[in-house]
C-alpha cells in the first residue's frame, strides 16, 4: 500500500490532484480528479462519484482560494466514479463549462444528468493556458476510454488504463493490449494514473503491465498444449491459479475468459463443444 494522499495536492505548477473522498476495494485511495491548466481559466479531468459532498466542497474551497474557474470538463470514460460527479460539479462552477467525453456507440445523444456531453475525437486538441492537451482513443477498459496527453510535461493522464498500483481490468482485452502500445509509443515521463499514486517511471510500469498480460496467455496456451481435450474457462484456472483462494476462482475466470476471446480473434484458440482448443 503506497502513503496515504492527502485530498488536494499541488502535483505541478500546471496540475492538482483533488482525491474523489471515494475510497473502495476498486477505487482504492478514492478516483483522482485534475485541474489543470496555470491561468485564471482551467479544465478539470474527471468528476469523481455522485453525491460525494466532501469532494465538492474541496474542490469549490481551491477554486475559489486560486480565484480559477473551469472552463471544461474532460471525462476519461463512463463509469460511475469518473462521470458520476458532472451535476454536483456543474453546481459549483456553473453551466457555462463545457462536458467533453468520447461517444459510447449505444447512445445517439448523450447526455448525463441532464447535462449535455460533447463528443470527443481521436487525436482531437484542447488547451487553456500553460496546457496543451491531446486526446487518445484507448478502449479496453471500456469502449469510450481516452488517455490525455499534456505537452507541456510529456506527461500522461491515464485515467483506467494504467494505475497507480496494481493492475487494472478490462472489457476487451484484445483492444486493452492494443491500447498499452499505444501508451507505450508515448513514451512519457511521467503518469497521473485514474486511481491511486503519481507513476514517476512510467514505461516501466506500462511494459510491466503488458509482460503480466503477455504471461497469462503464454500460461493458457501452454496449458492447452497439454491437454487434449477441450477445457473450460473454470478447468484453465484450476491448472494455472493454483495458489490463488478458491473464492476468487470466479473473478480469475472472468479474467481468462477475456484472454481466451483475444486468442480466439487472433486465431490462436478456438472453442469446441463446452470448452477451448488450440486452433
Given amino acids: 500500500m503506497s502513503a496515504v494522499l492527502p485530498i488536494v495536492s499541488r502535483l505541478t505548477?500546471?496540475?492538482v490532484r483533488v482525491l474523489g473522498c471515494n475510497p473502495g476495494k476498486m477505487t482504492l485511495q478514492g478516483t483522482n480528479t485534475y485541474i489543470i491548466g496555470t491561468g485564471k481559466k482551467r479544465i478539470l479531468l474527471d468528476t469523481g462519484e455522485k453525491?460525494?459532498?466532501?469532494y465538492i466542497k474541496k474542490l469549490k474551497e481551491f477554486l475559489h482560494q486560486e480565484s480559477v474557474s473551469i472552463e471544461q470538463v474532460i471525462i476519461t470514460h463512463w463509469h460511475g466514479d469518473h462521470i458520476g460527479g458532472l451535476e454536483d460539479v456543474t453546481s459549483i462552477i456553473g453551466d457555462g463549462s463545457?462536458?467533453?467525453?468520447?461517444p459510447r456507440s449505444d447512445i445517439k445523444n448523450e447526455s448525463y444528468d441532464g447535462i449535455t456531453i460533447h463528443n470527443l475525437q481521436d487525436q482531437q486538441e484542447l488547451s487553456v493556458e500553460g496546457a496543451s492537451l491531446r486526446i487518445i482513443y484507448t478502449p479496453g477498459h471500456t469502449a469510450d476510454h481516452v488517455v490525455v496527453y499534456m505537452k507541456e510535461e510529456n506527461a500522461l493522464f491515464s485515467?483506467?488504463?494504467i494505475l497507480?498500483?496494481?493492475?487494472?481490468?478490462f472489457e476487451d482485452l484484445y483492444d486493452y493490449m492494443?491500447?498499452?502500445?499505444?501508451?507505450?509509443?508515448?513514451?512519457?515521463?511521467?503518469i497521473y494514473p485514474g486511481h491511486g499514486p503519481v507513476l514517476e517511471t512510467p514505461v516501466e510500469k506500462i511494459?510491466?503491465?503488458?509482460?503480466h498480460r503477455n504471461l497469462r496467455e503464454s500460461q493458457i496456451k501452454d496449458v492447452l498444449t497439454r491437454?487434449?481435450?477441450?477445457?473450460?474457462?473454470?478447468?484453465?484456472?484450476?491448472?494455472?491459479?493454483?495458489?490463488?483462494?478458491?473464492?476468487?476462482?470466479?473473478?480469475?475466470?472472468?479474467?481468462?475468459?477475456?484472454?481466451l476471446l483475444k486468442m480466439e480473434k487472433e486465431g490462436i484458440v478456438h472453442k469446441k463443444d463446452s470448452g477451448w482448443v488450440l486452433a
Fill in 178 to 190: 492494443k491500447s498499452l502500445s499505444i501508451i507505450l509509443n508515448l513514451k512519457p515521463d511521467i
Fill in 207 to 211: 511494459q510491466y503491465y503488458i509482460n
Fill in 98 to 102: 463545457i462536458a467533453w467525453k468520447f
Fill in 164 to 169: 497507480g498500483e496494481g493492475t487494472a481490468v
Fill in 159 to 161: 485515467g483506467d488504463c
Fill in 227 to 259: 491437454k487434449e481435450e477441450p477445457l473450460s474457462e473454470m478447468d484453465i484456472v484450476r491448472i494455472i491459479y493454483k495458489d490463488t483462494p478458491e473464492s476468487l476462482y470466479l473473478a480469475a475466470s472472468n479474467n481468462v475468459n477475456q484472454h
Fill in 51 to 54: 453525491g460525494k459532498k466532501d
Fill in 13 to 15: 505548477p500546471r496540475v
